[in-house]
């Protein structure tokens, strides 16, 4: 009888004890079971939220930032849909009414460079004449002759100026053309040599021009935009490394461009400025005069004919300057009105 009391009595605790761990598992299930609830209803709201945040807000942003770097390349005028009347949409209306005001400053300086170019260009032609006819005049001895010839090369150097911002506003207002033929790189490049040699020996300077080892292939462009472009590099190789009393010139055909090389052994470009040195207007720390749009207009010209502009430090001092050009006509392009 005690026995079975006791086995009775055991297998009561055991059922108890089950009840008591069933019941404590049911509970347990159904905490557990809410608390996976309420976690999944936070993470899709988290998610829900994201996806807010990413169509209203972060993708809005990423693109008026795109749309800001492409008014700060010089995309002026363009504008943004509004999407929305929040924020956002307040700054879209901000964005769109600066890139209009700067389009309008724009195009009023473009406007004024074009027409103060053209109403400079008669008086500097002038000046030009009748410096060169009084110079030539055997009665004109000294002082008074060394004084016009002063008067001709200042003239001279702001015809130069005037035509480079006359070109930049050509630029600027779309009429900016090229005139594609198939022309002789090498040769134009030679002339352009030719035409600064005087300027080079007055200064002091040596002009080492390496011949090609094989012939340089026929390619297309336009001869008289690119040789503006070597006399302008040339000129600047004169003005900015001048004291270096060298300027070493080549051209070469590679692969499927013809490279073309201007060294100078002067101080070089602090390099800070190197990257921005191609940008309108810049002139650095140079105390040089000029408008520093020089180089502006030589890299879309070059950058019209499919090729690049490069301009670094050389090796052992002075300025290097690299323009490559296509041999074929495919990667030049003419710009039309």
Not at 129 to 139: R, V
Not at 187 to 204: N, P, R
Not at 206 to 225: A, F, L, T
Request: charged share 25%.
């Amino acid at each position: 009888m005690k026995l079975n009391l006791k086995l009775q009595i055991i297998i009561s605790g055991i059922g108890a004890l089950i009840a008591l761990l069933t019941a404590v598992y049911l509970v347990t299930r159904f905490y557990m079971l809410q608390a996976v609830i309420v976690i999944t209803l936070v993470c899709l709201y988290l998610i829900a939220l994201m996806v807010w945040f990413w169509n209203r807000v972060s993708d809005p942003l990423a693109h008026l930032t795109g749309v800001a770097k492409r008014i700060a390349d010089g995309s002026y005028g363009i504008q943004v849909e509004k999407l929305s009347d929040d924020e956002v949409g307040d700054l879209t209306d901000a964005l769109n009414e600066m890139s209009e005001k700067v389009a309008v400053a724009e195009k009023t300086r473009t406007e004024f460079i074009s027409r103060v170019s053209h109403e400079l260009r008669t008086p500097l032609t002038a000046i030009e004449g009748w410096a060169e006819t009084i110079a030539y005049d055997e009665a004109v001895q000294g002082d008074s002759l060394r004084g016009i010839q002063i008067i001709s090369k200042e003239a001279e150097r702001l015809t130069g100026m005037v035509t480079e911002m006359l070109e930049f506003a050509r630029i600027q207002d779309g009429r900016f053309n090229l005139r594609i033929e198939t022309i002789d790189i090498a040769a134009e490049l030679e002339d352009a040599i030719f035409t600064y040699g005087e300027l080079f020996k007055q200064a002091g300077i040596e002009v080492r021009y390496d011949q090609p080892e094989s012939e340089i292939p026929m390619i297309p462009g336009d001869p008289e935009r690119l040789k503006q472009v070597f006399l302008n590099l040339l000129d600047n190789a004169a003005k900015h490394g001048g004291e270096g009393g060298r300027v070493e010139v080549a051209i070469a055909a590679e692969g499927s461009v013809v490279i073309i090389t201007i060294r100078d052994h002067g101080h070089g470009i602090p390099e800070n400025e190197l990257p921005h040195v191609k940008e309108k207007f810049y002139k650095g720390s140079s105390k040089n005069r000029g408008t520093g749009i020089g180089l502006s207009v030589c890299d879309e010209i070059v950058a019209r004919h499919g090729g690049r502009l490069m301009i670094d430090n050389a090796e052992g001092g002075g300025c290097l300057v690299t323009v490559t050009l296509p041999l074929r006509g495919g990667d030049a392009h003419e710009k039309k009105n």
